[in-house]
């Protein structure tokens, strides 16, 4: 069965440094999600992409975050100066349709040191 | 209270008995969904009700919906120890490119065996 796959599985980085987490939705999908889960606490939207576009984002996903369809089956989430709150779990996730659920990827853990 | 929130936040159980976990939202929704996380893992799709359905089942689950109370339970039947983890309402808004799942806390489902 398809599935959507993250990598890394788990980052370490030093605040200030770049990430890029990286994602490959289910091939046939269109639509593009990021969320993150910081520890103990609820899932949260970071931004949906469609058309080579942002469709939505949150509050959370200021100038220090960017998404990128590099190519037609990467899904990239870059964190420019990373900050010691934005240790979380980052998952991607993906549907075909917008009547469709969306499937999660396994998620990466960043830590921020 | 917060959309997508479940009751209880915990609950263990012993195998072989039933787990109903309920989960109540503030907005008017295109459809909820139940996602399960085993500790520290990926999101896991369960079961998608559409606001014009009122139950819904997939094996031993089993989903309702009442909109005009703005809640949901999920009825998990015949416990197993495998199906301890955690287990998410998330809802859903609309149905454009930009849709976003707005996740509830969680109820923690321990299955004693």
């Known amino acids: 069965e398809p599935e959507v796959t993250q990598t890394p599985s788990h980052q370490v980085t030093q605040m200030g440094q770049e990430v890029i987490l990286r994602c490959v939705p289910i091939s046939n999908h269109l639509y593009f999600y990021w969320y993150r889960q910081i520890l103990g606490q609820k899932v949260e939207f970071l931004v949906s992409?469609?058309?080579?576009?942002?469709?939505?984002k949150s509050e959370i996903f200021d100038d220090q975050f960017s998404v990128e369809r590099p190519d037609g089956s990467n899904f990239t989430l870059k964190i420019r100066s990373t900050k010691l709150e934005d240790s979380a779990m980052y998952f991607c996730a993906s549907r075909g349709s917008t009547k469709e659920t969306q499937y999660f990827g396994p998620g990466t853990r960043l830590l921020v040191l | 209270s917060q959309q997508g929130e479940e009751d209880p936040q915990a609950l263990s159980i012993q195998e072989g008995e039933n787990a109903t976990m309920n989960c109540s939202y503030k907005t008017s929704i295109n459809n909820l969904q139940w996602y399960r996380q085993n500790s520290g893992r990926g999101l896991v799709h369960l079961i998608l009700i559409r606001s014009n359905e009122r139950e819904k089942h997939s094996g031993r689950l089993r989903v309702t919906l009442d909109t005009s109370k703005k809640s949901s339970s999920l009825l998990i039947t015949a416990s197993r120890a495998a199906d301890t983890a955690s287990y998410f309402c998330?809802?859903?808004?609309?149905?454009?490119?930009?849709?976003?799942?707005?996740f509830g806390e969680g109820t923690q489902l321990t299955v004693n065996p």
């Open positions: 992409f469609y058309n080579n576009e942002i469709s939505e």
């Open positions: 998330a809802t859903e808004e609309g149905e454009t490119s930009g849709s976003r799942l707005t």
